[in-house]
């Protein structure tokens, strides 16, 4: 178990779908993350949030729209994805304390057909 | 962020300790070095992390070289639970940004 919940944990649309992806935390940290990893490969970071303001986006595509609506949620709205889009995507939050660890979910598995 | 050298695979008998190599050569000297593990079908984890001073937790100790170019995870005694990926990071947090860049990480198996 952990503390930072994805949901849904797995997840199949099609390519003209609208979709959204859904990570909580309840422990006060004030920084959230979304990454995605393909098949083998490590972890990409995305998207950074920061006391629920965008602070980063690692030029990930406009079809992937990041959402803070408080410090404890993350969203992620998914529409017209391609099939390429298709990965563990996972979310992880951290404290503001200088080198603190991040907390991982254990991701939502996204298939794009 | 600076990169990190790790090898592809290693394999560690169960019950005998482990050391994970992780190069680092650009290092600069207000990077932290993290590492993370990640199990099958799981996020990954937070293990252990340092700056010049060797560290030991609960489930890890970490060697830092005195040069930090170079640095070592060990685990005192593999059991199959360990069977993870594990990601040496480099960690700058000078900008403010708290933020953590994968590398290609060690894929460890652990032989019964």
């Known amino acids: 178990d952990t503390e930072v919940t994805q949901t849904p944990k797995h997840l199949v649309m099609g390519m003209t779908n609208k979709k959204s992806l859904k990570c909580e935390q309840h422990?006060?940290?004030?920084?959230m993350y979304w990454y995605k990893q393909k098949a083998k490969k490590p972890p990409e970071l995305m998207f950074v949030y920061s006391y629920e303001k965008l602070s980063i986006n690692e030029s990930v595509p406009s079809r992937f729209s990041p959402e803070c609506p408080n410090s404890s949620l993350l969203n992620l709205h998914l529409h017209a994805l391609q099939p390429e889009d298709s990965a563990l995507y996972l979310c992880?939050?951290?404290?503001?304390?200088?080198?603190?660890?991040?907390?991982f979910g254990n991701g939502t598995r996204l298939t794009v057909t | 962020d600076a990169k990190t050298t790790q090898p592809n695979s290693m394999e560690s008998n169960e019950e005998e300790p482990v050391h994970l190599p992780c190069n680092h050569s650009t290092i600069s000297g207000t990077d932290y070095i993290h590492w993370y593990r990640q199990l099958p079908s799981q996020g990954p984890e937070y293990v252990i992390h340092g700056l010049t001073s060797n560290v030991n937790n609960r489930m890890a100790s970490l060697a830092i070289a005195e040069d930090r170019k170079s640095s070592t995870l060990i685990l005192h005694r593999a059991t199959l639970r360990d069977a993870a990926v594990y990601y040496c990071?480099?960690?700058?947090?000078?900008?403010?940004?708290?933020?953590?860049?994968f590398g290609t990480g060690t894929r460890l198996t652990v032989i019964p």
């Open positions: 990071i480099l960690r700058d947090d000078q900008t403010g940004a708290n933020n953590l860049f």
């Open positions: 992880a939050s951290g404290s503001d304390v200088y080198n603190s660890p991040l907390h």
């Open positions: 422990m006060g940290h004030r920084a």
